[in-house]
T-cell receptor, first 115, second 110 residues
């Protein structure tokens, strides 16, 4: 159990366009979802935390107007990269948690390449 | 802010040898996790350590936790090529505080 999916698994988009990444908890209800970004050969950096039905909390240095997060239901959170630029190219990983102290379950990641 | 540092960052070892990866963190934690990441893939959960003195083993990997020293170790016994990957520790604190270590890239050489 505790499966988290992401869609798409990889995406290539042109500079200036927007791209949406979905994160779904398939067999549990996730009260909290987390979005991470990972550049090559680096660790995972938390971008934002979202609770179902409320606004996301962004980490320092993450532009909330550029990285739009919506957590509309207990099984779905979306990350929209608006006006993407090549420097946004990265591996984006979501994580979902059941309850306030439950373990985090990670999605398979989405590879974004902006040309 | 909680800092989580791993040592070494890069490790190249021969098959059959033993080695230890260290994870130091700067403040108290509730849980300590170890993950494995293969190139281009997401994280695979290896261990979760909940209390001081906790030790867990799975195959050739053994993880331990010393909360007083704020140190966790991941010991590799008789390494094999399949263990080549990047290993992350992560510290979980109350609430939404969850911090990844810097990562250790392990290459096992035949």
């Amino acid at each position: 159990g505790a499966v988290v999916s992401q869609h798409p698994s990889w995406v290539i988009c042109k500079s200036g366009t927007s791209v949406k990444i979905e994160c779904r908890s398939l067999d549990f209800q996730a009260t909290t979802m987390f979005w991470y970004r990972q550049f090559p050969k680096q660790s995972l950096m938390l971008m934002a935390t979202s609770n179902e039905g409320s606004k996301a909390t962004y980490e320092q240095g993450v532009e909330k107007d550029k990285f739009l997060i919506n957590h509309a239901s207990l099984t779905l959170s979306t990350l929209t990269v608006t006006s993407a630029h090549p420097e946004d190219s990265s591996f984006y990983i979501c994580s979902a948690r059941r309850g306030g102290s439950g373990r985090r379950h990670f999605g398979p990641g989405t590879r974004l390449t902006v040309t | 802010e909680l800092k989580v540092e791993q040592n070494p960052l890069f490790l190249s070892m021969q098959e059959g040898k033993n080695y230890t990866i260290y994870c130091n963190y700067s403040t108290t934690s509730d849980r300590l996790y170890w993950y494995r990441q293969d190139p281009g893939k997401s994280l695979e959960s290896l261990f979760v350590l909940l209390s001081n003195g906790a030790v867990k083993q799975e195959g050739r990997l053994m993880a331990s936790l010393d909360t007083k020293a704020r140190l966790s170790t991941l010991h590799i016994t008789a390494a094999v090529h399949d263990l080549s990957a990047t290993y992350f520790c992560a510290v979980d604190r109350t609430g939404n505080q969850f911090y990844f270590g810097t990562g250790t890239s392990l290459t096992v050489i035949p």
